[in-house]
T-cell receptor, first 110, second 116 residues
Framework: QKEVEQNSGPLSVPEGAIASLNCTYS??????FFWYRQYSGKSPELIMF????GDKEDGRFTAQLNKASQYVSLLIRDSQPSDSATYLC??????????FGRGTSLIVHP | ETGVTQTPRHLVMGMTNKKSLKCEQH?????MYWYKQSAKKPLELMFVYNFKEQTENNSVPSRFSPECPNSSHLFLHLHTLQPEDSALYLCASSPPAAARYTDTQYFGPGTRLTVL
């Protein structure tokens, strides 16, 4: 059984701080890792993907991957109230079908 | 907008009703998916279609019946549902397999289903 674990939160951070969202996965054969953002009542929206060990930056977002530790994280710098949402981690291997975690609820308070 | 549309956006039905959910994508994708999202639970994959052929059926009860007439359209036929089937039903599509490591699923807005 492939598992993707995320702390459900909520993670509460002040505006302007760095929000750190974490995800672990069980399948060592996983090759691609995705972060989705889901606002309340809306569908998931892809914000980043990563497939190589290390960091990948896109604007205020940085994805970090450590395959040896089976760990992927998302950092959001200069957090804004509009970043308040649930963040879903998804992991994909050779089946090309991602496995999703439960999501972490992020609250950015002014 | 992701290019994936779903209708209806909201649906209330009784346990004896028959209804259908519709999904349409104009992204040129060849794979389409149905997911169920209940409160406090991860996204649950229900069905996968590749080039109109069903490749995954995740032990879904027979009261849910998918149909994929072509690569752009996907339906989910519902009959004799239970109150615990109330959830957000999401359709997604994805490009050919070679591109999926970097360009994964695009979700529709979902259908909020309530079964009375």
């Amino acid at each position: 059984q492939k598992e993707v674990e995320q702390n459900s939160g909520p993670l509460s951070v002040p505006e302007g701080a760095i929000a750190s969202l974490n995800c672990t996965y069980s399948d060592r054969g996983s090759q691609s890792f995705f972060w989705y953002r889901q606002y309340s009542g809306k569908s998931p929206e892809l914000i980043m993907f990563i497939y190589s060990n290390g960091d990948k930056e896109d604007g205020r977002f940085t994805a970090q991957l450590n395959k040896a530790s089976q760990y992927v994280s998302l950092l959001i710098r200069d957090s804004q109230p509009s970043d308040s949402a649930t963040y879903l981690c998804a992991v994909m291997g050779g089946s090309y079908i991602p496995t999703f975690g439960r999501g972490t609820s992020l609250i950015v308070h002014p | 907008e992701t290019g994936v549309t779903q209708t209806p956006r909201h649906l209330v039905m009784g346990m004896t009703n028959k209804k259908s959910l519709k999904c349409e994508q104009h992204l040129g994708h060849n794979a389409m998916y149905w997911y169920k999202q209940s409160a406090k639970k991860p996204l649950e994959l229900m069905f996968v279609y590749n080039f109109k052929e069903q490749t995954e059926n995740n032990s879904v009860p027979s009261r849910f019946s998918p149909e994929c007439p072509n690569s752009s359209h996907l339906f989910l036929h519902l009959h004799t549902l239970q109150p615990e089937d109330s959830a957000l039903y999401l359709c997604a599509s994805s490009p050919p397999a070679a591109a999926r490591y970097t360009d994964t699923q695009y979700f529709g807005p979902g259908t909020r289903l309530t079964v009375l």
